[in-house]
């Protein structure tokens, strides 16, 4: 690719969408700096994490609370939804296709509340045997970076039902596409801590 269609990281436009393609060097930029603090907020948990783990207190273990399949399951939908978003975004890219657009985000969408799903199922699971916030450092600690991701998935959910209503009102104006963009970046991003939880939190008390 050219050096003009590589002005960030991240889905570049193009010529073919010149004044977003202008607008979107700044703005990306500040929404990479806006992930990176959510990175160390992120790290921070994780660190707290690995610090409380064998912080029992006589309270059930890792391998008492965690079960795989769901989590697994759960790890497939989110990979499966960065996938339709990385179609989506490719869409608005090449095509220029509202419904084709629509569809994909609304794809994305489903696996993501999908994902909340079967999460809250696990988080009330676990509540129900006992394993609560408040029964040693380790469950502290556990509650305090999974449902974490949780509500940043969830918050992506609601961002992605207001791109529904600018994309209804505006069509695929400027500042919709730049909605787009950014949430592509928010989505990925998540997928990528989720995939650090799953190794770190799950697989690591299992193993």
Not at 111 to 122: N, P, R, T, V, Y
Request: glycine residues 10%; negative net charge.
């Amino acid at each position: 690719m050219s050096k003009e269609t590589l002005r960030y990281p991240g889905l570049n436009l193009g010529s073919a969408h010149s004044h977003t393609h202008d607008a979107a060097e700044t703005v990306i930029f500040g929404f990479w700096v806006f992930l990176m603090s959510d990175a160390i907020l992120f790290g921070l948990v994780f660190a707290t994490y690995a610090a409380s783990l064998h912080a029992m207190a006589g309270g059930p273990t890792p391998s008492d609370v965690y079960e795989i399949k769901p989590v697994f399951i759960e790890t497939m939908l989110l990979l499966l939804s960065s996938f339709t978003y990385g179609l989506a975004s490719l869409t608005m890219k090449h095509k220029q296709s509202v419904p084709q657009l629509v569809g994909w985000l609304v794809v994305t969408l489903a696996l993501g509340l999908a994902f909340i799903g079967f999460e809250i199922s696990d988080f009330l699971t676990m509540i129900s045997e006992g394993a609560t916030p408040m029964r040693s450092g380790f469950l502290s600690a556990f509650w305090d970076l999974v449902p974490l991701h949780g509500l940043h998935v969830t918050c992506g959910c609601i961002w992605m039902l207001c791109l529904f209503g600018q994309i209804a009102r505006h069509g695929l104006d400027d500042y919709t596409q730049l909605g787009v963009m950014r949430l592509a970046l928010f989505w990925h991003f998540l997928d990528i801590v989720w995939i650090a939880i799953f190794t770190v939190v799950y697989l690591g008390g299992l193993a």
